[in-house]
């Protein structure tokens, strides 16, 4: 006898997370003209300025002579690295989608991160993560609301990463005793994954219950979208679990590289932070862009990375800065420049006129 068909899923309604009925979000070009996007851009660098006007021990003159003096030949493997880090990040966002029952390519995965990349480093709150979700939905046939279930995961693995990474650097770096300043680094990172694991334990056992308990106006809406939004987050293989990690770790693996090979491209004579050192700083720097209150943890994401290289490293201010600077130049502004291009040339940006549908995940028997 043939076996029956499986009965059909019943549709959801997607929550409206961008807008009604999938319509694209306000053009990149509208939001950079909104007063909070460039308060967001102008203070952060006006701060920047003032601060290093004022940062002693600082000299401009050799500041500029030190970046000019860069070995081009590095600053191009470094960029090599970082770039290398996108079709990794594509192929598991990819992973990912194919577990909550949706399979793109490697190639379209990638596109779209690249593009939400940009409109992160251009304004502020991670909107290009919602960006990013609406794109897929633009330009093939899947829901909103699981997609931005696995941004949402893919996000929660990387401070995964980032903190546990992070604290085997510094434990590592500092064997021969921890600085006040690591100590409180090592505090946030365990915080961090304390945090996300009671979130996540939190949501998959309580969060439809607390949904359904609340007063909230247009609550079935809600709990479809909270449905899909859970099985978006929750729908990874246990057996893709060591692959996930892998792919994770060797993102995070071109962050530090990046940052290393800048240090060795400006050719410091004191400056030695070797890879544990480089892991540190990286991944440092990639918790403070956590923080959404600007554009790629502008001016954050800076006085960070120079406070942590002069007062845990002992690094000179000058030099601290170069590095700082040269490092953001690769991972913020290269990709303002090439997401730039990337967005005026991509078919996947014009309100979804490539829309096709995705291929959807074999059932397992």
């Known amino acids: 006898m043939s076996e029956a068909p499986p009965p059909a899923e019943e549709p959801l309604v997607d929550y409206p997370l961008v807008e009604e009925q999938g319509t694209a979000p ?7 003209r909104d007063p909070r996007t460039i308060i967001s851009l102008v203070l952060p660098i006006v701060l920047l300025v003032l601060i290093g006007f ?38 598991r966002w990819r992973m990912l989608l194919r577990s909550a029952g949706t ?16 409109v ?25 609301s699981r ?22 650097a510094a434990f590592w770096s500092f064997r021969g005793g921890l600085p006040t300043g690591v100590q409180i680094v090592i505090g946030i990172g365990l915080a961090v994954i304390t945090a996300l694991s009671i979130g996540l334990y939190t949501v998959r056992n309580f969060g439809r219950r607390a949904l359904v308990r609340l007063p909230l106006p247009g ?25 996930l990690a892998v792919i994770t770790a060797l993102i995070w693996a071109t962050e530090a590289t990046r940052l290393l090979l800048v240090i060795e491209a ?51 201010p000058t030099n601290a800065t170069a590095i ?17 291009v990337a967005y005026v040339l991509s078919g996947k940006t014009k309100s979804g006129t490539g829309r096709r549908p995705a291929v959807p995940r074999a059932a397992s028997t």
């Open 54 to 91: 004022n940062l002693r021990g600082l000299d401009l003159a050799e500041l500029g002579a030190t970046i000019l003096a860069a070995s081009p030949w590095l600053l191009l493997a470094s960029f090599a690295i970082y770039y290398l880090g996108f079709p990794l990040r594509g192929y």
């Open 103 to 118: 399979t793109v390519s490697v190639r379209d995965s990638t596109e779209i991160i690249f593009i939400s990349w940009l």
């Open 26 to 32: 306000a053009p990149l070009s509208r939001r950079l």
């Open 147 to 168: 997609t931005f279930g696995t941004v949402f995961i893919e996000r929660v693995l990387d401070l995964f990463a980032i903190a546990i990474l992070g604290l085997g």
């Open 219 to 243: 609550k079935a809406k809600l709990l479809e979208f909270y449905e899909r939004f859970e099985q978006g987050v929750f729908s990874i293989n246990p057996r893709q679990v060591p692959a």
């Open 266 to 316: 400006l050719n410091f004579r004191d400056v030695h932070l070797g890879i544990s050192g480089a892991f540190f700083v990286a991944l440092s720097a990639s918790l403070l862009t956590a923080i959404p209150f600007t554009p790629a943890g502008l001016g954050i994401v800076e006085l960070g990375v120079v406070g942590i290289l002069t007062v845990i490293y002992g690094v000179d």
């Open 324 to 340: 700082t600077l040269v490092d953001r130049a690769i991972s913020v502004l290269s990709v303002i420049v090439l997401g730039s």
């Open 120 to 144: 992160n480093c251009l304004v502020p709150a991670k909107l290009g993560d919602v960006y990013r979700a609406w794109l897929l939905k633009a330009n093939f046939t899947v829901s909103l």
